[in-house]
């Protein structure tokens, strides 16, 4: 099951989840992509989000207003609907609506094939040594299994003799069984207060997180910016 979780408020972009991107909600677009690939529940916080998705035939769930992380909000979603301890989710950002649905297909089998030797999966992608200075592009490192050793809002790793690097942005798409995902909402951490990433709590409390390298055209739509940038993106892409 995929669950994307929709809060209505955004302090940089306001009811972007509902921002119009050539004529089709944006939290539409990433239901339309999840649907190619498995079923599909919105979890908001907002009765306007909840009348949206069914006027698109798209089951949502009205879920706590006070929620910090979308993984808290999928949470409690997931309670709502019993599933099974067993059940494989993917967390969907809904404000990622260009991203291919053949990603969601490899997180999709990676959780089927190998979950027992993680706790999660993720995905990465190669950046640009210009956009690694962006704090709103997370970096990730990994290690030579493809296992997460760190993220960060800052350029990582610092390359103190300005030697030839490749650098990898996080994807934020998340895969995990129920069981996985209750234990993950439990866990205490430090890291993600200081960098506002929820991830960096599972490497705090020494369980991994299982990275799949992939190539897209997809971008997170955080400010007025990216969702012009949307809009001119979509009109070629919707031909």
């Known amino acids: 099951m995929i669950i994307i979780p929709a809060r209505l408020s955004s302090s940089r972009l306001p009811n972007k989840v509902l921002a119009d991107i050539n004529g089709i909600p944006m939290i539409i677009r990433c239901a339309n992509i999840a649907k190619e690939i498995d079923d599909v529940v919105i979890a908001t916080d907002s009765e306007e989000v909840i009348k949206v998705c069914k006027k698109y035939n798209f089951e949502a769930i009205l879920t706590d207003k006070n929620h910090k992380s979308g993984s808290d909000r999928i949470k409690e979603a997931s309670d709502i609907l019993k599933l099974d301890k067993n059940e494989l989710i993917i967390n969907m950002q809904g404000d990622e609506p260009f991203l291919e649905a053949e990603i969601l297909e490899k997180v999709k089998n990676t959780l089927k094939e190998n979950k027992e030797n993680f706790n999660m999966v993720s995905c990465y992608k190669e950046i640009s040594e210009i956009e690694a200075e962006d704090p709103n592009i997370v970096k990730v490192i990994i290690d030579y299994n493809n ?15 300005n030697n030839p690097h490749i650098y990898y942005g996080h994807i934020g798409i998340y895969g995990f069984d129920k069981k996985s995902l209750d234990e993950f ?15 960096l709590r599972v490497i705090e409390n020494g369980k991994k997180i299982k990275m799949i390298k992939v190539k ?15 809009i001119e993106f979509a009109k070629k892409v919707d031909k």
């Not at 997460?148 to 790793?157: D, E, L, T, V």
């Open 185 to 199: 909402v439990t866990m205490k951490g430090n890291l993600e207060h200081i960098e506002k990433l929820e991830q």
């Open 216 to 230: 897209t055209n997809s971008f997170g739509i955080d400010t007025i910016d990216d969702l012009k940038k949307a």
């Open 147 to 161: 296992f997460a050793i760190y993220f960060s809002r800052s350029k990582i790793p610092y390359n103190r003799d």
